[in-house]
């Protein structure tokens, strides 16, 4: 594998100690924590964990339902968090790229993008 040297990540936190995640290393995979994906601890998390005994910090992460209307229930909880959705719900990929892709109908899913907005917007500081 070719070394890509990419740099370290470095945090303004010390991750030293213990603190909550919502992931759970299981046999080399990861399992979401069912306790730590409520609205109330993601809008609030720094996202910056460690996993696989590295510091590391996500950028993002899929969380997969068995119907759209529990995707669609999940993330309207974050609304009263000031979390907004920018893409969906719709079926994917049919409704999201613009090129025509050739992806067999069963491989299709509902999805749903959100992003938090930053406190100092929802407070009219911009």
């Known amino acids: 594998m070719k070394n890509l040297n990419l740099k370290t990540l470095k945090f303004d936190r010390n991750l030293e100690g213990h603190f909550d995640s919502p992931f759970i290393e299981k046999n080399g995979l990861l399992e ?21 005994d590295e510091q590391v910090a996500i950028d993002h992460f899929v969380i997969t339902f068995p119907s759209r209307t529990e995707l669609e229930n999940y993330a309207a909880s974050f609304r ?22 050739n992806v067999p ?22």
Do not use: M
């Open 32 to 52: 979401f924590n069912p306790k730590f994906i409520t609205p109330e601890f993601l809008t609030t998390w720094t996202f910056e964990t460690h996993l696989y």
């Open 80 to 101: 009263p968090f000031g979390a907004k959705i920018v893409e969906g719900p719709d079926l994917f990929p049919i409704n999201f790229c613009a090129e025509n892709i």
């Open 105 to 126: 109908s069963d491989l299709w899913l509902h999805l749903t993008t959100s992003r938090e907005v930053p406190r100092y917007i929802q407070r009219g500081r911009i």
